[in-house]
T-cell receptor
Framework: KNQVEQSPQSLIILEGKNCTLQCNYTVSPFSNLRWYKQDTGRGPVSLTIMTFSENTKSNGRYTATLDADTKQSSLHITASQLSDSASYICVVSAKYGGSQGNLIFGKGTKLSVKP | EAQVTQNPRYLITVTGKKLTVTCSQNMNHEYMSWYRQDPGLGLRQIYYSMNVEVTDKGDVPEGYKVSRKEKRNFPLILESPSPNQTSLYFC???WGRGREVYEQYFGPGTRLTVT
């Protein structure tokens, strides 16, 4: 069964610190993996999209890594800011599937950055 | 400005009273989707459309209808809302090729309460 598991469920860090969020998936055949940031009550916004051949991708202070062999991805946030407080959602797309791109959503990691 | 708009943003209604949530995108995207988001369950796809007059069920389609008469619009219809449809709803659009979906753009969300 195609699944996406994210950890931790929630995380509290101090402003200025770094943190890493994890995403493990069992989706096959793999097409791409996306990380989204979702502020409370708002729609998700794309941070990165990585295909099979990409190991790492950065977007400002956000760096995503992908290990297609172990089916793991991480999102590293550097020098956190209060505005990083949000839920971070990992979404994996299968190459073939019944639904639209067969997108499988993780349940998200809720990050709180405290001053 | 490229965007996905939803209306209304907030809606309180009673059981059985038909309602429509509109979704419109100005990016000429082929793909459009509806999701609901509930605490602890993450985002779940309700319906999707790969082009005009082409729609299909997602993971949780029961109690919902959609139509795609024009490329830019993808309304979500609840013929007879029930309290278990109380949720936060998101519309999304994207480019695509075949069943492969590229970056999704999400609307701001519609918070629906059915009493």
């Amino acid at each position: 069964k195609n699944q996406v598991e994210q950890s931790p469920q929630s995380l509290i860090i101090l402003e200025g610190k770094n943190c890493t969020l994890q995403c493990n998936y069992t989706v096959s055949p793999f097409s791409n993996l996306r990380w989204y940031k979702q502020d409370t009550g708002r729609g998700p916004v794309s941070l990165t999209i990585m295909t099979f051949s990409e190991n790492t991708k950065s977007n400002g202070r956000y760096t995503a890594t992908l290990d297609a062999d172990t089916k793991q991805s991480s999102l590293h946030i550097t020098a956190s800011q209060l505005s990083d407080s949000a839920s971070y959602i990992c979404v994996v797309s299968a190459k073939y599937g019944g639904s639209q791109g067969n997108l499988i959503f993780g349940k998200g990691t809720k990050l709180s950055v405290k001053p | 400005e490229a965007q996905v708009t939803q209306n209304p943003r907030y809606l309180i209604t009673v059981t059985g009273k038909k309602l429509t949530v509109t979704c419109s995108q100005n990016m000429n995207h082929e793909y459009m989707s509806w999701y609901r988001q509930d605490p602890g369950l993450g985002l779940r796809q309700i319906y999707y459309s790969m082009n005009v007059e082409v729609t299909d069920k997602g993971d949780v389609p029961e109690g919902y209808k959609v139509s795609r008469k024009e490329k830019r619009n993808f309304p979500l219809i609840l013929e007879s809302p029930s309290p278990n449809q109380t949720s936060l709803y998101f519309c999304a659009s994207s480019w695509g090729r075949g069943r492969e979906v590229y970056e999704q753009y999400f609307g701001p969300g519609t918070r629906l309460t059915v009493t």
